[in-house]
């Protein structure tokens, strides 16, 4: 049974995990990979070098929006094919991610957190669109 008063706690509990994770991951990208670093990944890999900036900002846009909580819910359903990418990307390396090169079992649960983000919405706390003066439908009597 879902406790209804903490349930919303546990959405943000998920929410701030999910974004701190595409924020660090964009991070890791620009900082440590360097984009002509990741697009050289990407070639190697067989898929078009020029992805690497489209996923370096979706993950850091997209990072940044599910950890406040704006459209958070739809930004996760929204990156969940750079998610499946990665999964497709260490599926051959076996299951565990401490394998050579990584395994798919973090992609796996990343994706299916995404998911779960997706359809459990945001949680406590969250900057929903709604609360935002200039976003706000204006009321009639």
Known sequence: MIDNRLAPYGALA????????????????????TPAGFAGF?????????????????????GLAILTGFYGRYVSLLLLPVLLGALAVHAPNGWLFNAPNGGWEYPAF?????????LIGDGALALKPARLPALRAPVTA
Request: cysteine-free; glycine content about 10%.
């Open 14 to 33: 998920l929410r701030v995990a999910l974004g701190s994770m595409f924020i660090a991951h964009a991070y890791l990208k620009l900082v440590i990979f």
């Open 110 to 118: 990343l994706a299916l957190a995404a998911l779960a983000h997706g």
């Open 42 to 62: 990407l070639g190697q890999i067989g898929l078009p070098a020029f992805l690497a900036w489209p996923i370096i900002l979706a993950e850091l846009i997209g």
